[in-house]
T-cell receptor, first 109, second 112 residues
């Protein structure tokens, strides 16, 4: 069974203080690793898909990277509006996504 | 372009009752999945529908059932509600050939 572990559970940052979130996974045949952002009481918002080790994707202050065992979401010079829960998920067949519990990021002005 | 839409947004039910949640997929999407998200947890896969058939099911009891209509919209039904069924229920859609799933805003179900 696919396993996804995210760390840390919570992260408090000062505005402008860069940091990284970790997603460790165990999967039999990775068909995609996904990052989502989720605001309180809302549905997850798609950010990135990564397919193979070494792949990187960027969007504004966010950069996602992938190795054979883990993925990192780097937040560069965060702003308060980057405060959210960031979810990592893996897909190993055509059907379901297996999610981690998420990292809740709080950015203080 | 409307994204994935779910209704209702909030719902309160009594133990033992039955509930139906609805989902309209993003335009052009034909595959719909349902997830349950408990507070502080990641979403858990319930099942997926494609071409009006349940294609895969997660570790959920038979009290959870679903349906997909010819226009690709979907319903999630939960019978004999338990307090533990209280959660955010999420619908996600994608094209069958595209792996990126887009989520709706969810239905917050509270069982009392």
């Amino acid at each position: 069974e696919d396993q996804v572990t995210q760390s840390p559970e919570a992260l408090r940052l000062q505005e402008g203080e860069s940091s990284s979130l970790n997603c460790s996974y165990t999967v039999s045949g990775l068909r995609g690793l996904f990052w989502y952002r989720q605001d309180p009481g809302k549905g997850p918002e798609f950010l990135f898909t990564l397919y193979s080790a070494g792949e990187e994707k960027e969007k504004e202050r966010l950069k996602a990277t992938l190795t054979k065992k883990e993925s990192f979401l780097h937040i560069t010079a965060p702003k308060p509006e980057d405060s959210a829960t960031y979810l990592c998920a893996v897909r190993s067949n055509d059907y379901k996504l297996s999610f981690g519990a998420g990292t809740t990021v709080t950015v203080r002005a | 372009d409307a994204g994935v839409t779910q209704s209702p947004t909030h719902l309160i039910k009594t133990r033992g009752q039955q509930v139906t949640l609805r989902c309209s997929p993003k335009s052009g999407h034909d595959t719909v999945s349902w997830y349950q998200q408990a507070l502080g947890q990641g979403p858990q896969f319930i099942f997926q529908y494609y071409e009006e058939e349940e294609r895969q099911r997660g570790n959920f009891p038979d009290r959870f059932s679903g349906h997909q209509f010819p226009n690709y919209s979907s319903e999630l039904n939960v019978n004999a509600l338990l307090l533990g069924d209280s959660a955010l229920y999420l619908c996600a859609s994608r094209t069958d050939m595209n792996t990126e799933a887009f989520f709706g805003q969810g239905t917050r179900l509270t069982v009392v």
